[in-house]
């Protein structure tokens, strides 16, 4: 098959949407396997990107997905990375054209909106992910990858796996199975919490937009509407500092936002370890055989928890960089091309840390108008537009612990520096 011809003129992978790796001249690697682990964004990616370069691949994944139930939220901001049509039947429900992201004092009645900022989001869908994971594993199992659903993947089966193959890759989340094989798990270190569940209710007033809101600790919470009378809600908290009872502060977020509360019996809750992404050994580990992707590899944003297109991306520079040979590089161009959003999201989660709600409304209404990926993939854009800024900048340099955080992020001393 001429595979430049064919698969090559509709691929996301290949096109990237300037978003992401793209292969400049693809390399058919017809005659080589992969497994993959892990059947959710990340793995589907992996598997497509290989499956498009010419190995035979085979996918695992724990759930049946028609059973699958997705434990997060469901906003995806770059959308055409994934390669279906984005139709309410392959789950992309809201094509969402911006974020709301408010910022309030505090959590209290009283509570004021220090700062309010729209950023648009022009590739971006609120998505049911259950039946986007479902009809991308459909799709690829059509064009002829193993798709072995409903299959726990054991320790001693991710052995024999590594031997089987070419290419193993761990796309099992938090925390990987890779790290279980290897008795790594302390790699893992951090936590976010996060609740959230689907709610019918009256959101015609935002829908189509979607909306965040910073109260004032370090983490936010959210709603994304999927339709006027349908959306995904939650809050989340990163770091150390969490209420004690998770559901009455879910419930107290969604009473003071407007927001339908959920039952108990329909909220997801999710602790997730952070790790070990910012160490650039532990993503590769030649020695098993191993690469690992998207959560696995620990890549979310330690802000905003978003990890969906980080996942994808990762897939497909993986994918990119194994049909070259070149998969011992993979650790360190991650680590380069995501290294710019990870400084944003640390000195931006400082100011969270310290309380600074004002200081965070004025910081984010100077970076208003960037697109939402953009704050993420292109974070120097924001980066200038503080420094147009020269009284919010004096504001900021003039605190001792935010250029603490400057020079930690720059010279990589992130929380995970000593977990290598
Ligand atoms: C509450 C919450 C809200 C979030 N909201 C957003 C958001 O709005 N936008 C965004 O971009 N990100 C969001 N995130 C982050 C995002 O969900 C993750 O970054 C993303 O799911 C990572 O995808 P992944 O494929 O790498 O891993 P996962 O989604 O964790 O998938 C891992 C897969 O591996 C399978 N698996 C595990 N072990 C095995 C095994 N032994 N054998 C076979 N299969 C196995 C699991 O069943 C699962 O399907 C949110 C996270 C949470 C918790």
């Known amino acids: 098959m001429d ?16 978003h992401f790796s793209g292969v400049g001249t693809p390399t058919d690697c017809s005659g080589r396997s992969a497994a993959v682990v892990g059947g959710a964004v990340s793995g589907l990616a992996a ?88 009809r991308w594993a459909e799709q690829l199992a059509d064009d002829g990858v193993g798709v072995e659903a409903d299959h726990s993947v054991t320790k001693a089966e991710f052995e024999t796996l590594a031997d089987a193959h070419d290419l193993l890759v761990d796309a099992t989340g938090q925390p990987s199975l890779a790290s279980k094989v290897t008795r790594s798990t302390a790699e893992y270190s951090g936590h976010l919490t996060a609740l959230n569940a689907d709610v019918t209710g009256d959101f015609s007033e935002q829908y189509p937009r979607s909306r965040m809101v910073l109260e004032n600790y370090v983490g936010y919470a959210w709603a994304f509407p999927k339709s006027p009378t349908r959306a995904n809600v939650g809050i989340g908290w990163a770091g ?124 984010l209404e100077a970076v208003a108008g960037i697109d939402i990926e953009d704050v993420d993939r292109s974070p120097r854009l924001a980066l200038a537009r503080l420094a147009r800024r020269p009284a919010l900048l004096a504001r900021l340099v003039t605190r001792p612990w935010i250029l603490r955080r400057v020079f930690d992020a720059y010279t990589d001393r992130w929380e995970y520096r000593r977990a290598t």
């Open 3 to 18: 595979r430049r011809g064919t698969r090559y003129d509709r691929s996301p992978f290949v096109d990237g949407g300037g």
């Open 47 to 134: 598997a497509y990107a290989l499956h498009t370069l010419g190995y035979e691949v085979t996918l695992y994944e724990r759930q049946a997905y028609t059973a699958k139930r997705v434990n997060c939220g469901e906003a995806m901001t770059a959308a055409s990375a994934v390669p279906l049509a984005k139709t309410p039947e392959n789950g992309f429900a809201n094509d969402t054209p911006a974020f709301e992201v408010a910022v309030y004092t505090d959590t209290g009645s009283d509570r004021r909106l220090v700062g309010q900022v729209t950023l648009p989001a022009a590739d971006a869908y609120v998505t049911d992910r259950n039946l986007v994971e479902r």
């Open 240 to 363: 150390p500092d969490r209420p004690d009872d998770y559901m009455a502060a879910l419930r107290a977020a969604c009473e003071r936002n407007g927001w339908p509360v959920p039952t108990r019996d329909r909220t997801n809750v999710a602790i997730i370890p952070e790790g070990p992404s910012l160490a650039p050994t532990r993503t590769y580990l030649p020695e098993f055989g191993v690469v690992r992707v998207g959560d696995a590899a620990g890549i979310a944003n330690r802000l905003t928890g978003k990890g969906i297109s980080q996942g994808i991306h990762s897939s497909y520079l993986m994918a990119e960089l194994a049909a070259e040979d070149r998969l011992a590089d993979y650790p360190f161009v991650l680590h380069e091309r995501l290294r710019p959003e990870y400084f944003l999201a640390h000195v931006v989660r400082g100011v969270l840390e310290v309380g600074e709600a004002t200081l965070l409304g004025d910081v």
